[in-house]
């Protein structure tokens, strides 16, 4: 089981950026493939992207070419750009505990470990 902490959510106009991270608690993330995930209000919660433990990486088809996730061995990173209103959501990371490299699912149920989330709003 690890321990995850969300940051770096808050409020930007369109068009705007921002950078969250998921740091691991009082452990490393060489083992876990990384989830970030989304849920706003009335919707159910949703894959944006993940990256595995060897950096492959995927990403929903509503953030590609504006969503840029990166990790180092104690965190995870979501760089936003371009932001819409529609990205106004909770954004939380997942870890997945496993050996096997290049694997990175979008399925939320595999994940076994969550944050606590970041809130994230994107309005003029």
């Known amino acids: 089981q690890v321990q995850l902490v969300e940051s770096g959510g808050g409020s930007v106009q369109p068009g705007g950026s921002l950078r969250l991270s998921c740091a691991a608690a009082?452990?490393?993330?060489?083992?876990?493939?990384i989830g970030w995930f989304r849920q706003a209000p009335g919707k159910e919660r949703e894959a944006v992207s993940c990256t595995s433990t060897n950096g492959t990486t995927y990403y929903a088809d509503a953030v590609k070419a504006r969503f840029t996730i990166s990790r180092d061995n104690t965190k995870v990173y979501l760089q936003m750009s371009g932001l819409q209103p529609e990205d106004t959501a909770t954004y939380y990371c997942?870890?997945?505990?496993?050996?096997?490299?290049?694997?990175?699912?979008?399925?939320?149920?595999?994940?076994?470990?969550w944050g606590q989330g970041t809130q994230v709003t994107v309005a003029s």
């Open positions: 009082r452990s490393t993330l060489d083992y876990y493939a």
């Open positions: 997942a870890a997945f505990f496993t050996t096997v490299r290049g694997m990175c699912p979008l399925n939320l149920k595999t994940y076994d470990d």
